[in-house]
């Protein structure tokens, strides 16, 4: 179990603009308590709600969370059509608390395979928040990196064959601009709990230089205390992107 250490460095150093959560665990969380996975994706969701309110409260500018992946369909049908109710039944519940404290709603992935009933939910919730300031929270639904790296790929062939993009001018900014991600910075901080160690298939592009944080908690008991811990440490680690510290730089004039 997590335990909170005393720590008041979060609002002395910077915050990271974007923090991306891969919140893995629900199904552990419910049979280690003996109930259904759903119940476990259920607890899911109502933890989403804690640290979404927390993300405000911080002023974070983005949060990102993975909510169903492109390989998540091999699960069985069942738990597949209870985790594309979530969104249906966050939103039914959360979504005038998000829109009172000017939250705005994206989703990345493929929505055009999404069952109607969640595209209309989340496109409902997507179109009362456009106009909000504050957090962006963005569901990566139907989400997967692969497919999202193709789609761009083949965005960039059409484009090129329309005589709208020169492939010569193709470069890692004009890139970013075919991804699902274009309108945000690439995360600083990627966290997945349950204590898996890998991106299963998540902003793989975007990841390029996120700071990678791996919680043995399992999402739904991942706190806001624990949050808070992780991001004090994002503030201590030295992100060098190839370069050296400013001690290490040699004296050249
Ligand atoms: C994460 O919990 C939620 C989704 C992947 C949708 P899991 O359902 O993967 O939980 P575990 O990994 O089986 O414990
Ligand atoms: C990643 O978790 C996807 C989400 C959290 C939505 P999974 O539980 O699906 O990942 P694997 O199968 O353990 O890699
Ligand atoms: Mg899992």
Redesign the pocket.
Known sequence: MFKATKDKSLTERPLPEHIAII???????A?LRSMP?IK??YE?MQNVKRIVRHAVDIKLKYLTL????TE?WS?PKS?VNY?LKLPTDFLGSFLPELIEKNVIVKTIGDFSALPKHTRKAVQTAMDKTADNTGLTLVFALNYGGRDELIGAVKEMIADVQAGTLDRNSLNSSTFDDYLMTKDMPDPEMIIRT?G?YRLSNFLLWQASYSELFFSHT??PEFSTEELDELISQYQKRERRFGGLNEEDEPDED
């Open positions: 919140m893995d665990g629900n199904g552990r969380y049979k996975r476990g994706h899911g993975y909510a169903f992946s998540n699960r738990e985790l349950s898996e399992l999402w």
